[in-house]
T-cell receptor, first 117, second 117 residues
Framework: ETGVTQTPRHLVMGMTNKKSLKCEQHLGHNAMYWYKQSAKKPLELMFVYSLEERVENNSVPSRFSPECPNSSHLFLHLHTLQPEDSALYLC????????????????FGSGTRLTVV | AQSVAQPEDQVNVAEGNPLTVKCTYSVSGNPYLFWYVQYPNRGLQFLLKYITGDNLVKGSYGFEAEFNKSQTSFHLKKPSALVSDSALYFCAVRRPFSSGSARQLTFGSGTQLTVLP
């Protein structure tokens, strides 16, 4: 257990469904991230929240909608997904306050394996 | 912009032999460098990092990595490979005291290590 918990571990959904992925961290970190990992592709950074405010949105399709209600919880809301969205979705957290104060690295959760049918 | 290159998609090595997984980076200024390991259907686990100081850093599970500034490399090594070391390995870089998107970790595309019994 890394201190970052993702649920569910596996999810199968139809293209018309609406579902949410959940991430919770117990490390006292103040930044959280969503990554998409597809087979044989580099990790794709999807969203970054630092101090509960979204600071990065790397042109991710609007069918993915993040929510960060507090520094310990992060959600990824999914709707009308496509088969190519099937992937492992990884959540990570770090301690990062910017302004020249750096973090050393990220702590990752085990991921949610998403299959869109 | 910062980037990481892992030139080998796949590395095979016999158990008991030394292993090397290559990583080169591009970043302005002094880099922070990381290695992560991913086992099947799991998140990334931190192995080791270089921040400053001794160019040879030691990490978990007997792994080590050598920072070479002139060659902009940070190769991962282990003197004697185990079958259980078989996994996907990621190199990552970030620039210290940076802001905005440069503050984030940039990952390589990963190298699949297979240790043969």
């Amino acid at each position: 257990e890394t201190g970052v918990t993702q649920t569910p571990r596996h999810l199968v959904m139809g293209m018309t469904n609406k579902k949410s992925l959940k991430c919770e961290q117990h490390l006292g970190h103040n930044a959280m991230y969503w990554y998409k990992q597809s087979a044989k592709k580099p990790l794709e950074l999807m969203f970054v929240y630092s101090l509960e405010e979204r600071v990065e949105n790397n042109s991710v399709p609007s069918r993915f909608s993040p929510e960060c209600p507090n520094s310990s919880h992060l959600f990824l809301h999914l709707h009308t997904l496509q088969p190519e969205d099937s992937a492992l979705y990884l959540c990570a957290s770090s301690q990062d306050v910017g302004q020249g104060v750096f973090n050393y690295g990220y702590t990752f959760g085990s991921g949610t394996r998403l299959t869109v049918v | 912009a910062q980037s990481v290159a892992q030139p080998e998609d796949q590395v095979n090595v016999a158990e008991g032999n030394p292993l090397t997984v290559k990583c080169t980076y591009s970043v302005s200024g002094n880099p922070y460098l990381f290695w992560y390991v991913q086992y099947p259907n799991r998140g990334l686990q931190f192995l080791l990092k270089y921040i400053t100081g001794d160019n040879l850093v030691k990490g978990s599970y007997g792994f080590e990595a050598e920072f070479n500034k002139s060659q902009t490399s940070f190769h991962l090594k282990k003197p004697s490979a185990l079958v259980s070391d078989s996994a996907l390995y990621f190199c990552a870089v970030r620039r210290p005291f940076s802001s905005g998107s440069a503050r984030q970790l940039t990952f390589g595309s990963g190298t699949q290590l297979t240790v043969l019994p």
